[in-house]
């Protein structure tokens, strides 16, 4: 970095007409009707959508949730000519180790709500003050309030290279990452970028893929079952995002009943729930439209969706930050990682070990009973724990 970035505080604080424009399009919703007995194989049912979006209107109340947000220290700066939100939160130990805790799609900061105290203040909340972390957790590149986009480039080891120009702003020399779906391709990029630095990296909903089809195919056992449910899952959002998120944009930034059902469809897949259960069984109603307010008022459902554009299509992505052949035809696959890694499996996750291994230095391999693709909001328990075993051998 040529000068030191101007880092200022932030406060969210949504006008009342934008509140008031909500109410009002969310009145106004025009229903497309759906098939009678399908249930939510196609997509999210429109009786659950529209009690949903009922309660969204009426009430939800965003103001309790800002205040939530608010009692946290915000701020805002620029990084090589991209806006950063963050939030810095010190933990009172002297000795605590940094960790930028990074969120994917479709989530937000407000994902990590209930695990701040625990990992800042463990001393407060049973645990060891050894364990201790001091938070930044930054909203993604085009995510939340790290808006505008600053333009086409974006995708994975340029948004790691700009956090790492933060935590150096920051005065953070030695620290730790976390990241969990989009974040989990973040997190081990920010260690490439900064091995010297970064003391481990913990992954979790982490996606792994095969350096062709001899790689897959050799697979047994568990890393055969996950495999399989990757290549068998349906990925038509992804798909769209990765190759129409401007045309998108469209639909979901005038619609927040749109927007509104584009995210709750993936809680309702990709969340640990009973059979016939609703993402609501497992993530607290509020909590969930919280992270779906913050898209709509930020009007990023296109900017979020341009990092799928930017990883999913080689030319976008730069062939300087990649080497070697992965074997499918574009000639590209990242380098191994050097960083100490643990990943965090919860029951759903179609993480592949013998992949992960080939890509990174695993020192940590944890197979949880519970959970889903969210845990910092389903299990915070869970996530706090095994970050804090995972650090702790790295002291």
């Known amino acids: 970095m040529t000068s030191t970035p101007n880092i200022q505080p932030f406060r969210v604080d949504v006008p009342q007409e934008q509140l008031d424009d909500l109410s009002a399009r969310l009145a106004a919703t025009r229903w497309p009707g759906d098939l009678p007995g399908v249930g939510w194989s196609r997509g999210v049912p429109q009786s659950y959508l529209q009690d949903l979006a009922a309660y969204w209107r009426t009430g939800f109340d965003w103001r309790a949730a800002e205040a939530l947000l608010g009692a946290l220290p915000h701020f805002v700066t620029e990084i090589d000519g991209q806006r950063l939100h963050f939030l810095h939160v010190r933990s009172p130990e002297p000795h605590a180790t940094p960790l930028?805790?990074?969120?994917?799609?479709?989530?937000?900061v407000a994902d990590f709500l209930d695990v701040v105290g625990p990992l800042t203040d463990p001393r407060s909340h049973g645990g060891d003050p050894a364990d201790a972390f001091t938070l930044v957790v930054p909203s993604l590149p085009g995510f939340g309030f790290s808006t505008p986009l600053a333009g086409p480039g974006t995708g994975a080891a340029r948004t790691a290279r700009l956090l790492a120009g933060l935590m150096a702003a920051l005065g953070h020399d030695r620290y730790g990452v976390q990241g969990g779906d989009f974040g989990a391709f973040v997190a081990?990029?920010?260690?490439r970028a900064a091995p010297e630095h970064v003391v481990g990296v913990h992954l979790n909903a982490a996606v792994t893929f095969p350096a062709g089809e001899d790689e897959a195919g050799a697979l047994t056992g568990a890393d055969r079952e996950r495999w399989e449910r990757l290549e068998s899952y349906n990925d038509g959002y992804m798909q769209v995002q990765a190759k129409s998120p401007q045309t998108l944009a469209y639909g979901l930034t005038d619609s927040p009943a749109g927007q509104l059902a584009w995210i709750v469809e993936m809680y309702q897949r990709l969340t640990d729930l009973p059979a016939d259960g609703?993402?609501?069984d497992v993530i607290d109603r509020d909590r969930i439209l919280t992270g779906v307010s913050i898209y709509w008022f930020t009007a990023t459902a296109g900017s979020s969706a341009q990092l799928y554009y930017e990883e999913m299509n080689p030319a976008a992505r730069g062939r300087e930050e990649w080497s070697g052949d992965d074997g499918d035809g574009d000639g590209w696959a990242p380098e191994r990682g050097t960083v100490p890694t643990a990943f965090l499996l919860s029951r759903n996750d179609v993480t592949v070990r013998a992949f992960a291994e080939?890509?990174?230095t695993v020192v940590r391999w944890t197979e949880a009973e519970r959970g889903g693709h969210f845990l910092a909001l389903e299990q915070p328990g869970l996530f706090t724990d095994d970050l804090r075993a995972f650090f702790r051998s790295l002291r």
Do not use: Y
């Open 358 to 360: 080939r890509d990174h």
């Open 188 to 191: 081990p990029e920010v260690a």
């Open 278 to 280: 609703l993402p609501e």
């Open 100 to 108: 930028l805790l990074l969120h994917g799609w479709p989530s937000t």
